[in-house]
């Protein structure tokens, strides 16, 4: 069964700062991957996906990703926060290897950035 | 192109009653996705509609159900409304392919007294 996991529920950074969310997965296969970021009251807005190849992912408003399978993780990442991007993450799973296996998401962690 | 719309936007309802929701995916997406998110349990799959087909299901009661269009729109229906299904009930939609983003609706806030 696929899996993600999330270890902080929480992360707070200083404005300027660079980031870390972390993100494990599992899968019986190979993963696609997928970061969203949730503001208050607001859908899930998508920040970027790794499918195949390059394994450092560039996505929406600076962030960036790293795939790295020995460790099955893919850490959101961006090298100097804003207060802007305080809101909620979510890293999603889906497995390449099971065709018709739903999108499986983490439970979320809450970013907070300091000015 | 207009993203992906959910109405309504909030909801209130009394335990017993039944609700419908309702979405519509951006122009020429053909999937769409419901999930129910709650401060405790998260984001949980409830159903996957392609070419008016369910083509997966999560792990909730029958009394969870939905439809999908010729057009593409859905809708999710819960029947007996219980305290328990008071949650944010969001809309995802995507192309066709495997690999294609799921792009999600701004939800509706059901809250049932």
């Known amino acids: 069964a696929q899996s993600v996991a999330q270890p902080e529920d929480q992360v707070n950074v200083a404005e300027g700062n660079p980031l870390t969310v972390k993100c494990t997965y599992s899968?019986?296969?190979?993963?696609?991957l997928f970061w969203y970021v949730q503001y208050p009251n607001r859908g899930l807005q998508f920040l970027l996906k790794?499918?195949?190849?390059?394994?450092l992912v560039k996505g929406s408003y600076g962030f960036e990703a790293e795939f790295n399978k020995s460790q099955t993780s893919f850490h959101l990442k961006k090298p100097s926060a804003l207060v802007s991007d305080s809101a909620l993450y979510f890293c999603?799973?889906?497995?390449?290897?099971?065709?018709?296996?739903?999108?499986?998401f983490g439970p979320g962690t809450r970013l907070s950035v300091l000015p | 192109k207009a993203g992906v719309t959910q109405t309504p936007r909030y909801l209130i309802k009394t335990r017993g009653q039944q609700v419908t929701l309702s979405c519509s995916p951006i122009?020429?997406?053909?999937?769409v996705s419901w999930y129910q998110q709650t401060p405790g349990q998260g984001l949980q799959f409830l159903f996957e509609?392609?070419?008016?087909?369910?083509?997966n299901k999560g792990n909730f009661p029958g009394r969870f159900s939905g439809r999908q269009f010729s057009n593409s729109r859905s809708e999710m229906n819960v029947s007996t409304l219980e305290l328990g299904d008071s949650a944010l009930y969001l809309c995802?939609?995507?192309?066709?392919?495997?690999?294609?983003?799921?792009?999600f609706g701004p939800g509706t806030r059901l809250t049932v007294l």
């Open positions: 995802a939609s995507r192309f066709t392919g495997y690999t294609d983003t799921q792009y």
């Open positions: 899968v019986s296969g190979n993963p696609y």
């Open positions: 509609y392609f070419s008016e087909t369910q083509r």
């Open positions: 790794y499918i195949t190849g390059d394994n």
């Open positions: 999603a799973v889906r497995d390449k290897d099971n065709y018709g296996q739903n999108f499986v």
């Open positions: 122009s020429g997406h053909r999937s």
